[in-house]
């Protein structure tokens, strides 16, 4: 949202600019040519045109290139934008989950489900949990188990490397990383994928 208010933001300022330089230069116009007429009428009209075309033309060149200037400006700043943007998004979207966490614990155990869910129909599931997490996944144990097979057997462990809110989960086929961290690293890379394929 702030990426587009910005882009939008700077197309506004550079139309306006541009709309200035027609204005500025539709005055100039206007004292370019009486110039030309009164240089016309001492050194003769020919003369006069000739000169008046002259700088009418490269009048033109330098609006051109200030054009062109103002297009480059606007492509690099939207460029330094775009990192900026994706930067706060990310703090925001980490301070947003976390808070969210803290507040409502129940999410982590829809986290633990969701793990649970994508390892399938392993055998044994072994859960690491940081200490804070620990009790309140012990006392949901029962359901969590019931989400497995009848004869899968599922662990739940303390880890202190782990970060609060956060689980590793590992089966037989591989491991699953539920941390924060990690979701906003995919988040990341998910918006890095989007921007590279403007």
């Known amino acids: 949202m702030i990426y587009r208010q910005k882009k939008k933001r700077v197309i506004q300022e550079t139309a306006e600019w541009i709309e200035q330089e027609k204005t500025a230069w539709a005055k100039e116009k206007l004292r370019l040519i009486e110039q030309a007429k009164a240089a016309g009428y001492q050194e003769g009209f020919r003369v006069g045109e000739q000169t008046g075309i002259a700088q009418y033309d490269s009048l033109i060149a330098k609006i051109n290139e200030f054009a062109d200037t103002a297009q480059k400006d606007y492509v690099r700043t939207i460029s330094q934008a775009d990192d900026a943007i994706m930067q706060i998004a990310i703090a925001a979207a980490d301070k947003i989950l976390r808070r969210q966490l803290q507040h409502n614990p129940e999410a982590f155990y829809e986290i ?87």
Do not use: W
């Open 112 to 198: 633990v489900v969701a793990c649970i869910q994508e390892a399938g129909d392993a055998a044994k599931i072994t859960i690491f949990v940081h200490p804070q997490q620990y009790e309140m996944l012990i006392h949901q144990k029962n359901e969590l188990q019931n989400l497995l097979d009848e004869n899968a057997k599922l662990l739940i462990k303390v880890s202190k490397t782990i970060p609060e809110f956060s689980c590793i989960l590992e089966h037989p086929l591989g491991q699953i990383d539920a941390s924060v961290d990690t979701q906003l690293g995919q988040i990341r890379q998910a918006l890095e994928e989007i921007r590279a394929g403007k």
